[in-house]
Structures are given as structure tokens and as C-alpha cells.
Nanobody
Framework: QVQLVESGGGLVQAGGSLRLSCTAS????????IGWYRQAPGKQRELVAL???????TYADSVEGRFTISRDNAKNTVYLQMNSLKPDDTAIYYC??????WGQGTQVTVSS
């Protein structure tokens, strides 16, 4: 099974940008869909964005127009470009391909 590792998180001021990377241990070409999720303190994990094998994307209402998910099959990587960040975006961000196994995630902290 392909393992996914998240990176790219950090501390940023409100209004700033970050790009997260989700790098796979093997080819992602055959993976139907890969999603970015987040979990804020005291809250349930939620789906932020999803990209399907054909390139179609889905976004949570809260990030629509600010975040962009993309996949680079040649690099076995899925990206999440996050613009106009808000303090409410503060969370641990995970990527997952409908697996019961979750990685460590990457922390995103947005200061006001």
C-alpha cells in the first residue's frame, strides 16, 4: 500500500499563503482520489479538498476560492495551495487516499 507523507506546514500571518505537499512512496497514477483533511483542536477531522484521478476537484465551502488542490502524477505528489489564510484555518493537515492509516500530518498555524 502506498504511504503518504505530508509536509510544508508552518506559521503564517492572516492573509498569507502556504503550499502543502503530500508525497507518496509509490505511484499515485492508479489512485482514484486523494484528499486533504484537517483537524483543529477540539474538532473532528474534516475534508478540505479532494482531487480525483481525472483531475476533477471538490472543496469544502469554507476554503472554496482560497485553496487549490492539484496532483502531479510524475512526482507522485499532491499539493494544496492555500491563499488568504485565516486564523480558522489553523489545524493539523493530513492527506489520505481513503485508507484507514493516517500519517503524522503537518501543522498549519495562522496568526491574527
Amino acid at each position: 500500500q502506498v504511504q503518504l507523507v505530508e509536509s510544508g506546514g508552518g506559521l503564517v500571518q492572516a492573509g498569507g499563503s502556504l503550499r502543502l505537499s503530500c508525497t507518496a512512496s509509490g505511484s499515485i497514477v492508479s489512485i482514484n482520489a486523494i484528499g486533504w483533511y484537517r483537524q483543529a483542536p477540539g474538532k473532528q477531522r474534516e475534508l478540505v479538498a479532494l482531487v480525483k484521478r481525472g483531475g476533477s476537484t471538490t472543496y469544502a465551502d469554507s476554503v472554496e476560492g482560497r485553496f487549490t488542490i492539484s496532483r502531479d502524477n510524475a512526482k507522485n505528489t499532491v499539493y494544496l495551495q492555500m491563499n488568504s489564510l485565516k486564523p480558522d484555518d489553523t489545524a493539523i493537515y493530513y492527506c489520505n487516499a481513503f485508507s484507514p492509516i493516517w500519517g503524522q500530518g503537518t501543522q498549519v498555524t495562522v496568526s491574527s
